[in-house]
């Protein structure tokens, strides 16, 4: 089983809707919580990072997290072709009796928003 | 723009050869890590650096070696070239605060295309 679970889609919309996007973990020592964006062949871009359970929202973005039931999403509102990107979900651990950290990725979803 | 930059950005390796890769970290970042990110794939984390010492690895061979130098530039490089190695690798750099708690927040360059045949 991997740490993270994500489903790799494709996903496709169309303009204006709400994108759910999903990932499950079964590592309990996750502590940050991030969502990246990435482009086709580009490197990953930060949208959103969460530490706690609860939602914070940014604009058309809104991340969740529940870490009861060890499970985080990501919100898109009004949905624009220019979405249209795998969205990747990423989890902080610290390694090495907390000298250092790393991130933990899900497969990545793509997304296409189509007019 | 993460303001982290990696070069080349492109390259084509054949079986057995060694590579050398290139990471400038954004300004201010005195952390590199470095990830592979295989196609269809999530990255996959190789190492960090923190002040110019390896202090985390992932699941890579020895083969894998990196080195980060005082101006926080960063260099990744693969002996002994596999088929296996063809992957988008990712240089990311953050302001690690000591002892106080991280984030985890990582900013990553776009990375450099590798082609092993």
């Known amino acids: 089983q991997k740490e993270v679970e994500q489903d790799p889609g494709p996903l496709s919309v169309p303009e204006g809707a709400i994108v759910s996007l999903n990932c499950t973990y079964s590592n309990s020592a996750f502590q940050y919580f991030m969502w990246y964006r990435q482009y086709s062949r580009k490197g990953p871009e930060l949208l959103m990072y969460?530490?706690?359970?609860g939602n914070k929202e940014d604009g058309r973005f809104t991340a969740q997290v529940d870490k009861s039931s060890k499970y985080i999403s990501l919100f898109i509102r009004d949905s624009q072709p220019s979405d249209s990107a795998t969205y990747l979900c990423a989890m902080s651990e610290r390694i090495n009796t907390g000298t250092a950290s790393k991130l933990t990725f899900g497969t990545g979803t793509r997304l296409q928003v189509t007019l | 723009e993460t303001g982290v930059t990696q070069s080349p950005t492109h390259l084509i390796k054949t079986r057995g050869q060694q590579v050398t890769l290139r990471c400038s970290s954004q300004s201010g970042h005195n952390t590199v890590s470095w990830y592979q990110q295989a196609l269809g794939q999530g990255p996959q984390f190789i190492f960090q650096y923190y002040r110019e010492e390896e202090n985390g690895r992932g699941n890579f061979p020895p083969r894998f070696s990196g080195l980060q130098f005082p101006n926080y530039s960063s260099e990744l490089n693969v002996n002994a070239l596999e088929l296996d190695d063809s992957a988008l690798y990712l240089c990311?750099?953050?302001?690690?605060?000591?002892?106080?708690?991280?984030?985890?927040?990582?900013?990553f360059g776009e990375g450099s295309r590798l082609t092993v045949l």
């Open positions: 969460t530490y706690s359970s």
């Open positions: 990311a750099s953050r302001q690690d605060r000591g002892g106080r708690e991280n984030t985890g927040e990582l900013f």
